[in-house]
């Protein structure tokens, strides 16, 4: 592992997507997107997936010219779709949407089809909360989980994500599975073993080897009730929107699969905080926090800096072996 320059590794990553295709505006977003994991401490979901987005713009998997196409546009609810480009930039527009209509509506939902991969879910309620709104956004992925007491993998990891707009803002971000499948990838190129219980080979057999796991099964969080709240997510966005469920959606780390979009869909709700109230007082939420921590605990992700803001002079930990990736994709993309 090195520490490295955040504002460097954004140069990097920026410049790397621009010349993999996409426009100077949808690289900025997307690059800063995927710095804002690594400065969170989530590099499963940061630089580490980058050569793999790379690889996808490159192979047509991903569209790097792809547009927002509105399908639905009602005034509380608008479906697009994302024609198979960058997951990071387009979920961005998503909730920034979702948070225009909710603050002239009250509440407002978006949903986004036919997109790709967006990194660490969390990061998109950056533009929710920061409107003193409540954000809750749902994605889809590849097959990865079994139903319960299920042997075939038919849920993703249903990633979900809220924002609540204390101050700073509460930010919830969790895989419906026992572990978000990025770790695995992330421990597999490091060659370190799992933790047991997290995994199981693909003939249903528990295992602590990152790599069996990675093309094997994951276990759900929490047991059934884990498995139930993947149900939900994978029924409002692979299932609803759509196009892809996650049993039928490529891979993005198969090489075999660089080629074919993976038409992950995402699915945001931004709520107006300040009408959601049924007595017209707004201060329960500040004595919510203030009892958390009079308890000895904190409100989850507090700690986690603006991704909007990031401090460009400060440092991020990556893997020795991501570093080399990216400078061979550097050169690569040079000649």
């Not at 590099?43 to 547009?67: C, D, K, Q, V």
């Not at 909730?95 to 209509?101: G, Q, S, V, Y």
């Not at 933790?195 to 994951?218: H, I, Q, Y």
Request: contains cysteine; aromatic residues 4%; hydrophobic residues 45%.
């Amino acid at each position: 592992m090195a520490k490295v320059n955040l504002g460097a590794e954004l140069d990097r990553a920026t410049s790397l997507l621009v010349r993999a295709g996409l426009s100077e505006d949808h690289a900025a977003i997307s690059a800063k997107a995927i710095l804002a994991s690594d400065r969170w401490g989530i590099g499963s979901h940061g630089l580490m997936r980058l050569p793999f987005y790379l690889e996808r713009l490159l192979a047509g998997g991903i569209n790097p010219h792809a547009t927002l196409k509105t399908v639905t546009d009602m005034p509380s609810l608008v479906v697009m779709n994302g024609e198979n480009g960058m997951g990071h930039w387009q979920l961005q527009a998503a909730a920034n949407l979702a948070a225009d209509r909710a603050l002239v509506n009250g509440i407002a939902a978006v949903g986004l089809g036919a997109s790709s991969h967006c990194g660490a879910l969390g990061i998109y309620t950056a533009p929710i909360t920061r409107k003193g709104l409540v954000g809750i956004i749902f994605s889809n992925g590849p097959a990865v989980m079994p139903p319960w007491g299920g042997k075939k993998s038919v849920l993703s990891t249903s990633p979900i994500a809220a924002g609540i707009p204390t101050n700073p803002p509460t930010i919830i971000d969790m895989a419906t599975s026992a572990v978000a499948r990025g770790k695995i990838a992330a421990k597999a190129q490091a060659n370190e073993p799992l933790e047991p219980g997290w995994a199981f080979s693909a003939d249903g057999e528990p295992t602590t080897d990152a790599k069996v796991a990675l093309s094997g099964m994951l276990a759900p969080l929490g047991g059934a009730k884990g498995y139930a709240l993947a149900v939900l997510v994978e029924s409002l966005t692979g299932a609803l929107i759509g196009p892809t469920l996650a049993a039928n959606m490529p891979d993005m780390f198969s090489p075999a699969d660089a080629a074919n979009p993976q038409g992950i869909s995402h699915f945001v709700i931004a709520i107006d905080a300040k009408k959601l109230t049924v007595d017209g007082t707004h201060d329960r939420l500040d004595t919510f926090v203030a009892s958390v921590s009079a308890a000895g605990g904190r409100m989850p992700g507090v700690n986690r800096v603006d991704p909007e803001n990031l401090n460009l002079g400060d440092e991020i930990t990556v893997a020795d072996t991501v570093l080399q990736q990216l400078a061979d994709w550097d050169a690569k993309l040079s000649s």
